[in-house]
């Protein structure tokens, strides 16, 4: 564990985890019980994804129930956490710097991408939290580079939680769900690939993982879902060494690992 406010890539996996959280929850709680109180939260979710960064700046931050069809309990929850302008207005001004283009969203809440998550990690929503969206059609290249804009506001006590999937095939997971079955090979021979490169911190290989990593177009038909944690990774800056904290497969299909990326 680690007592530093390192960039996190966490797991929130299908919408019903916020109901099991299971060993993935037990692990973000860990995690989170391990580090200092953040001035504040910086959240990004592949289910926020605009054409130029954007920052949620809203007092107080909706929770957005973006799914269909699951249990009744799931769209009673809430996560009642509040924004802070002036911290959004920081985040704001440390894309500016890298010369990013910007833009600010006056009224987005929380997408379960964002809220799931941080209702296990933080559920006293005593922390101010700044949505940050992500540009899937900028590809890795992009999010590594939003990572990096968003780096020194580490130093400055804000703390960076990155939400996605090692792995995420809607079409795999409905058939899972209608099937069940076995764990598809991909699952873990990319999961492993994926730790293994950042072990070894090859930023060439990550970057190119959809043409180097075995099972890269099964584990992302469409790569929304890993994005966010290329923001973790360029936020890390480029020293730092990925610790993955939690590993498991949640319905088959879906790789619930966890990373922290502490600096050297």
Avoid at 125 to 139: K, R, T, Y
Avoid at 145 to 172: C, Y
Avoid at 219 to 242: I, N, R, T, Y
Wanted: aromatic letters at 8%.
């Amino acid at each position: 564990m680690t007592s530093s406010l390192t960039p996190l890539f966490v797991p929130h996996g299908a919408p019903t985890f916020a109901l099991q959280p299971g060993a993935a929850g037990a692990a973000l709680r860990r995690i989170a019980a391990s580090l200092p109180t953040p001035r504040a939260i910086v959240v990004l979710s592949p289910h926020w994804d605009t054409a130029i960064p954007t920052v949620g700046s809203a007092d107080r931050l909706e929770t957005i129930h973006d799914f269909y069809g699951f249990p009744a309990e799931l769209y009673a929850l809430r996560y009642p956490a509040s924004g802070c302008r002036e911290a959004a207005a920081e985040v704001i001004a440390a894309l500016e710097a890298a010369h990013l283009p910007v833009a600010e969203d006056r009224v987005r809440g929380l997408d379960h991408g964002a809220w799931v998550p941080l209702r296990m990690m933080f559920p006293d929503a005593d922390v101010p939290v700044i949505p940050v969206s992500i540009q899937p059609h900028g590809g890795v290249a992009q999010a590594f580079r939003l990572g990096q804009a968003l780096a020194p506001l580490v130093e400055r006590g804000f703390l960076i939680v990155a939400s996605g999937n090692v792995t995420h095939n809607l079409r795999d997971f409905q058939r899972a769900q209608a099937n069940a079955g076995q764990t598809p090979a991909y699952v873990r021979t990319f999961s492993d690939w994926l730790a293994a490169r950042l072990a070894e911190h090859d930023i060439t290989a990550l970057l190119d993982y959809r043409q180097l990593a075995p099972g890269a177009v099964q584990a992302h038909p469409s790569d929304e879902h890993l994005l966010p944690l290329f923001v973790a990774l360029g936020a890390a800056g480029d020293f730092a060494k990925a610790e993955r904290f939690h590993v498991g497969i949640d319905h088959y299909v879906i790789a619930m690992d966890a990373y922290s990326f502490l600096p050297q």
